[in-house]
């Protein structure tokens, strides 16, 4: 198979309007019920809800796809970053077009190590629904570790489930795949 290779830009409002795969639906197949999911809304008012969120200090990306034709976004992927303590929390939404191809591994490395790099982040967090297990291992996969567990505070299929905490530090990172580009095996 071919490789695959994932940059990010960044996140502007206008890439909603312009270009609507740039803000794919989050359609969390398998897991989440219909009354956790937020509703649908247009371009405009996903542009302008945009827009609000990034006055804010926090790092957000644009992850595209340079397949055989021209890049195509496949998601978005945030860092709310907490400037005095230099952490994170790290929020990834691939579109389905993005699922299912090796990629969610890649683009977390590529965001968190970019914090690290930029924002001289000394720990990312991330919180992960227990029986995601593609998920999971994509966050391993990136470098990231298991440090903890909240019991019945999320949702899966209608269910309560535990939700894990996952962090990395730099050194997890350092070491896995080129700091402005990932490249991955479909």
Sequence with gaps: MAAERLGRALLRAVTCRVIPAAAPTCDLSGG?????????????????????????????RTLYLFGDGRPGPIGMATLAVDHALRTAEFFLCLGAEGRGRGLAAVATRLVVRHGFETAALRNVLLT????????????????????????D??????HPCDELLMDAVP?????RGGPYSATASS
């Design 32 to 60: 989440l019920d219909s009354t956790t999911l937020a509703m649908a809304v247009g371009r405009e008012e996903r542009a302008a809800g945009l827009e609000a969120q990034l006055g804010g200090g926090n790092i957000h």
């Design 128 to 151: 992960v629904l227990a029986p995601n297990v593609p998920a999971i291992r994509a966050y391993e996969a990136a470098g990231f570790r298991l440090i903890g567990r909240r019991r």
């Design 153 to 158: 505070s999320g949702s899966w299929d209608g």
């Design 171 to 175: 050194a997890d990172i350092r070491g």
